[in-house]
Antibody, heavy 122, light 107 residues
Framework: EVQLVESGGGLVQPGRSLRLSCTAS????????VTWVRQAPGKGLEWISF??????????EYAASVKGRFTISRDDSRSIAYLQMDSLKSEDTAVYYC?????????????WGQGTRVTVSS | DIQMTQSPSSVSASVGDRVTITCRAS??????LAWYQQKPGKAPRLLLY???SLQSGVPSRFSGSVSGTDFTLTISSLQPEDFATYYC?????????FGQGTKLEIK
């Protein structure tokens, strides 16, 4: 069974950092691209970051709203993707989901985690 | 950036109805479009990719089409489990933007 599990969310003060993890099982993680999206309370989905499979160059991309503050990375040996979030703002408050794309490059996420909640507040 | 505009923002329908949701891209995205279903408190679920390819395990009552920059999701005969919010997403160019969502409610 394929599973993606996000972790690392919580309550954090503005300006601080948080690192989210997306741990995969049941797949050859290195073959997958990973997308992070978020959903603010009562709002729609917002695409925020992507990392391609390493054999395709491991491309990383970011939404303008997080570029320069968030960093996506992956550790294929541990089947984990990370989202390092620095200089957090109140508008980063959301549920964060990671999605896995078996094509390794397309951005179509076949599998999703259950989400992890991030609240940025003093 | 590519803007994705969905319509309607909400629709009420009954079990057995045929429903169509539209997504318009602000520029040519070829067929690089996905449709997702999301239920409250749950993760998105991929329904269709490449505009019209049905994801494995998704019922055949879901279908997609494209005409230029206009994309359509059709549910041929609504089932109780289909009441949810639907999002389109372009994967042609980064950032892979979503539409604002269409909430499908029971009439």
């Amino acid at each position: 069974e394929v599973q993606l599990v996000e972790s690392g969310g919580g309550l954090v003060q503005p300006g601080r950092s948080l690192r989210l993890s997306c741990t995969a099982s049941g797949i050859t993680f290195g073959d997958y691209a990973v997308t992070w999206v978020r959903q603010a309370p009562g709002k729609g989905l917002e695409w925020i970051s992507f990392i391609g499979r390493r054999s395709y160059g491991g491309t990383t991309e970011y939404a303008a709203s997080v570029k320069g503050r968030f960093t996506i990375s992956r550790d294929d040996s541990r089947s984990i993707a990370y989202l390092q979030m620095d200089s957090l703002k109140s508008e980063d408050t959301a549920v964060y989901y990671c999605g896995g794309d078996h094509r390794g490059y397309s951005g179509y996420a076949d599998y999703w985690g259950q989400g992890t909640r991030v609240t940025v507040s003093s | 950036d590519i803007q994705m505009t969905q319509s309607p923002s909400s629709v009420s329908a009954s079990v057995g109805d045929r429903v169509t949701i539209t997504c318009r891209a602000s520029q040519d995205i070829s067929n690089w479009l996905a449709w997702y279903q999301q239920k409250p408190g749950k993760a998105p679920r991929l329904l269709l990719y490449a505009a019209s390819s049905l994801q494995s395990g998704v019922p055949s009552r879901f279908s997609g089409s494209v005409s230029g920059t206009d994309f359509t999701l059709t549910i041929s005969s609504l089932q109780p489990e289909d009441f949810a919010t639907y999002y389109c997403q372009q994967a042609y160019r980064f950032p892979h933007s979503f539409g604002q969502g269409t909430k499908l409610e029971i009439k």
